[in-house]
């Protein structure tokens, strides 16, 4: 059974960086099958996809163009987790991320969510 | 971006009744749909892919049709444990995907 499980701090200070872990048990973030995303879910925006990272004998990444520039997804193998990093938040960002397992069509296994708050 | 209407944002329902939620697609999607279930404090759960496909282990009384923009999730016999936010999501320009507001089935 999959599952992921995440961890990071709730509280960021304004203009600082946010930075979420992921650990994957039950696959591999090395997968030739599936791809790792980061969705996040806020109120005002509803839920929002922000990237995701593969393996298809390289690695790549893809982010939304909304936060394209502030943002990071990195896979690391040597744990078996992909992290997350945004760059210079506000309180729009303010949110509950959440990391998610992808298939081409599909997402079928998710983290529980980690709540984050933008706040001096 | 492809926009996703769900209709109705919200909508009360008695246990044994029959709910259908919908979603309309900005341009034809064929049938890149899926359709998750949110309970309170949770992450959604995936119910259907591909505008028809059972996910495995979710009891058969949900259903799911549509293609091109229309799409529609069906509770043929709503049950306590149904009553959840409901959201489509599009993947047809993944990675870029993007999901409806939500759909919220309460106790009548």
């Known amino acids: 059974q999959v599952q992921l499980q995440q961890s990071g701090p709730g509280l960021v200070k304004p203009s600082q960086t946010l930075s979420l872990t992921c650990a994957i048990s039950?696959?591999?973030?090395?997968?030739?099958?599936?791809?790792w995303n980061w969705i996040r879910q806020s109120p005002s925006r509803g839920l929002e996809w922000l990237a995701r990272?593969?393996?298809?004998?390289?690695?790549?990444?893809d982010y939304a163009v909304s936060v394209k520039s502030r943002v990071t997804i990195k896979p690391d193998t040597s744990t078996n987790q992909f992290s997350l990093q945004v760059n210079s938040v506000t309180p729009e960002d303010t949110a509950v991320y959440y990391c998610?397992?992808?298939?081409?069509?599909?997402?079928?296994?998710w983290g529980k969510g980690t709540t984050v708050i933008v706040s001096s | 971006d492809i926009q996703m209407t769900q209709s109705p944002s919200s909508l009360s329902a008695s246990v044994g009744d029959r709910v259908t939620i919908t979603c309309r697609a900005s341009q034809s999607i064929i049938t890149y749909v899926n359709w998750y279930q949110q309970k309170p404090g949770k992450a959604p759960n995936l119910l259907i892919y591909s505008a028809s496909t059972l996910q495995s282990g979710v009891p058969s009384r949900f259903s799911g049709g549509g293609s091109g923009t229309d799409f529609s999730l069906t509770i043929s016999s709503v049950q306590p444990e149904d009553f959840a936010t409901y959201f489509c999501q599009q993947t047809y320009t993944s990675p870029d995907v993007t999901f409806g507001g939500g759909t919220k089935v309460e106790i009548k």
């Open positions: 039950g696959d591999s973030v090395s997968s030739n099958s599936v791809a």
């Open positions: 998610v397992r992808g298939f081409s069509s599909y997402m079928d296994v």
């Open positions: 990272t593969y393996y298809r004998s390289k690695w790549y990444n």
